[in-house]
């Protein structure tokens, strides 16, 4: 049996250097005879989660199954090791059977109504009431996230307004949570977060318009946030392009100038909060780092921030981290990130699935 061996500082809870084996593509605790060291110092992390990452989307819209491929190894290639898709119109599920790419974890097709997202990305339903139906067939298509569109502009009144009533969203939210799923939403604006909450939805991604009493709700129930910063920062972009409807174009600027405060209120309140680029349209993949370096400065500790793209987010996605039996998926460095986040912009080895890259 040919096996691994590495030597450094396991993260989180390592506070000297320990030895660890891989074989199969699985973490051992227990000397493996005969293995080879490929790792001698430095600090061992669990792999990286891009916890809201488009393969498959690129700047002008779906890419093709080579070019899908060529994102998810410049996803890897900068320590993402796990990715949680956020909705693709690409099928992505070849990318899966490949043992060099990164665990992707699908959520399907974005779920939107006709006119109400950007075309030709989601599935537009045409009756609200069929989103039930909707959920139904991500649920059966995903590997258990359902990604709806909370909010976006409406062109008939000019405003950031949602998408669903609140009672479709019970029923929708309840078929994903029965079908073993869980739901995350979209949502720049304050109006669509009490339904989408008092829903019981799983996770809110962006969340630029908390306010104190949504984010309480958030902190009781344990509701995720992934405000996915670096792509907030194309706020005011979007609000330059939008000057037809000055009321809306007021309203994002509102969000991008409140943004670090109420991601900042969200974390002081104690909302599980992860780190995720939304690579894919705006944002390039490949930038976890600046999601990381991000979510520090708005008031995570770097330990809090590099948990939310590695260990506390592997758990929340069923991922445990370097122990006995795990997944051999590790980042490498030679200092200690906690120290000093920009550290993880050069990881001396990434191993995912027991396999150095
Ligand atoms: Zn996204």
Not at 329 to 339: L, Q
Request: hydrophobic share 40%.
């Amino acid at each position: 049996m040919s096996g691994l061996h590495l030597r450094g500082v396991v993260l989180p809870d390592g506070d000297g250097p320990t030895d660890l084996w891989v074989v199969n593509g699985r973490v051992r605790t227990q000397p493996v005879p005969g293995a080879r060291t490929v790792v001698d110092g430095g600090y061992l992390v669990p792999g990286l989660v891009d916890a809201h990452c488009h393969v498959g989307l690129g700047p002008h819209g779906v890419v093709d199954l080579p070019e899908a491929v060529e994102q998810a190894i410049t996803d890897r290639d900068a320590g993402t090791l796990l990715i949680r898709d956020c909705g693709s119109p690409l099928d992505t599920r070849p990318l899966q059977e490949r043992l060099d790419l990164p665990r992707i974890i699908r959520a399907g097709r974005h779920l939107a109504r006709p006119r109400r997202y950007i075309r030709y990305l989601g599935v537009e339903v045409e009756r609200e009431g069929d989103l039930a139906a909707a959920v139904a067939e991500q649920v059966a298509n995903g590997d258990g996230w359902i990604k709806l569109v909370g909010d976006w502009i409406d062109r008939d009144t000019g405003e950031l307004d949602p998408l669903w009533s609140d009672d479709v969203l019970r029923d929708a939210i309840k078929v994903a949570h029965d079908g073993g799923a869980r739901v995350t939403a979209h949502v720049f604006g304050e109006a669509a977060l009490p339904g989408l909450l008092d829903a019981g939805i799983d996770c809110i991604e962006h969340g630029t318009g908390l306010t104190d009493e949504t984010i309480a709700l958030m902190a009781a129930n344990g509701t995720a946030l992934v405000p996915t910063l670096i792509n907030v920062e194309n706020f005011p972009g979007i609000a330059d392009g939008a000057g037809k409807y000055p009321s809306y174009q007021r309203h994002m600027r509102e969000l991008y100038a409140r943004s670090g405060e109420r991601i900042g209120a969200a974390i002081e309140a104690g909302v599980p909060v992860y780190a995720g680029t939304d690579a894919g349209g705006g944002i390039r993949h490949g930038r976890i780092v600046d999601e990381v370096e991000a979510l520090h400065r708005v008031g995570m500790t770097r330990t809090d921030a590099l948990a939310a793209a590695s260990w506390r987010a592997r758990a929340w996605l069923g991922f445990p981290s370097l122990v006995e039996g795990a997944a051999a998926d590790v980042v490498v460095y030679d200092r200690d990130p906690r120290e000093d986040l920009s550290v993880l912009r050069h990881p001396s080895l990434v191993m995912l699935r027991g396999r150095v890259h």
